[in-house]
């Protein structure tokens, strides 16, 4: 019977940052079981570069050191030369962490069960084959509850046969339907004919894909003024805006959202999940940020025209400064601007709301 030392249940992007960072090529025995493992999927991982994000700054294919935000018929700009607004794709990633790779085989399957027997774990697959391994990182999707508050998107890559004119990243586009809760167009110019249109909500419930795909659609024609296009790849994804309880012991680690990475009120977590790796830090996030999200979530489940929050919020900060905070390593005089950027007394509610909770 062979026991592998370590098994990676979920081959995500924080397995195999995991894998590359901690393991890559060690004379170890390596495992990774992923049924969707040769899925064509190629989603994007954002964030704002740091020193920490630097060692990966080759694969960034995409990057902006201008964005804005729009609501109505204001607009807000946000620059940053030292912290660009960067994305990588999944492709991209699984392409570098598996570079020149002997120690790691995979499994194109399921995990249906995992149990520890004496000092292994035995890992029951999906066509019952058994595989069995010292240490375990599980990385599997997050059991995102019915009625707890979420982010939830779909997107299209579209081709646009004429081009267009966009140079900056849109980070949020409030200049959409509002009444299936807070609702907003992400936009980034990939290149000259290139661009990503995703419609993001925060709500408790999941929409009819028909419906993202409509108010994209919408958006295209009514904001952008695009009438010639094509989609060529899309992506959608479902992020828990509540605190995840990992659950570590005896060998048995999780990562990336289900060991707790994502920042729950922005939905970002690839940046937060290799600062971890990459230095003596024990938690994603600082117990402040944490408190803070949890407040801001809480006004967001509450309270109607948050949007125009948002848009308090992006215009007491600078570029520089939102970056920081979005990455977690924000002085505590910007922390405080964006508590006097919420109303006193929805803070206040929220407050107590969050502490309650």
Known sequence: MKIYDIAFVGMGASALGTYKLKYHNQDISIIGIDREFNNSRNNF???????WMTPFKDIVK???STWEFYHQHQKITHESVGSPYCVIRYQDWKKFCLKESYNISIKVNNANKI????????????NEEKVYCKKIYDSRSVNVENDGFKQHFIGNIITVEDGHKIKNA???DFRVKQDQGLHFIYLLPLDNNRLLVESTVFSKFLLDP?????????YIDKNLDIKKYEVIDSEQGVLPMFEINSQNKDNYVQIGTKGGATKISSGYAFSFFLKQLTSKDKDYHSYWDKWMDKIFVNYL????????IFMNMFKRLNGEEFSSFMMG???FIIKLKIIFSMPKIGFIKSYLGAILN
Not at 45 to 51: E, K, R, S, Y
Not at 115 to 126: A, H, M, R, S, V
């Open 301 to 308: 489940e509450n309270n109607d025209n948050s949007d125009e």
């Open 329 to 331: 390593h924000a002085k």
């Open 62 to 64: 995409n990057q902006w």
């Open 170 to 172: 849109r980070l949020m």
């Open 210 to 218: 028909s419906w993202y795909q409509n108010q994209i659609s919408t």
């Open 45 to 51: 991982f954002a964030f704002w570069m740091t020193d």
């Open 115 to 126: 149990q520890k027997i004496d000092d292994f774990f035995e890992i029951t697959l999906d």
